[in-house]
């Protein structure tokens, strides 16, 4: 179900791609939002926990997932204070905006990372100006990858390289919202396996 002037914004293509490529488990969606790479996770098998300090997007989100299985796991927090009581087979992390550094942000998601596990973050490059969950002007404001490809370097230098392999890269894609426009976007993902 979806709420009325709620957005049909697919889930980045991150989060299924690289679920796919793993045994569903415990997955952990942090700062979900509407609940797009969420529900996303769920509907490939995976048993996900999603974590939200907006009460009104946590309120979209569950409406959207319904019918959806295996049931998600809601949870309103600021990911900067809330803890976990166990860790996670996959933590994800999709255009969060924080008082916390990115860097520190991603030191901090990975203390929650299962050895053997997955961690990925996703962000827009400096710059870009975009909320993923609450839409766009439509209009195509895409800056230099340049941008992207600077903010790569600080993310993939906070995971220890002895305990995590680490690969960060910038991506461009198009997005199509639910007016019918379209824009690109200049995306930062930093995707790490924590060693066993």
Known sequence: MV????????????VPQLAATVEPGTALEVGCGTGNEAIALAEAGW????VETSAEALTRAKHRAQGVGPEISWVHADAITWEPSHGYDLVTCSYVHTLLPQPQLLSRLAGWVNPGGRLLMVAHAPGDGQ??????????HGHPPEAARDAVEPLVSALDPRR????????????????G??????????SALRRP
């Not at 709420?3 to 991150?14: F, M, Q, S, V, W």
């Not at 993923?132 to 195509?140: E, K, N, Q």
């Not at 690109?184 to 993902?189: A, C, E, I, S, T």
């Open 181 to 190: 426009r379209e824009r690109r976007l200049q995306d930062v993902v930093v």
């Open 47 to 50: 048993e996900v926990t999603a």
């Open 3 to 14: 709420i009325p002037g709620d957005r049909e914004i697919p889930a980045n293509p991150y």
């Open 164 to 179: 995590w392999k680490v690969t960060g890269q910038e991506q461009s894609r198009r997005v199509s919202f639910g007016n």
């Open 131 to 140: 909320d993923h969950h609450h839409g766009s002007d439509g209009h195509d």
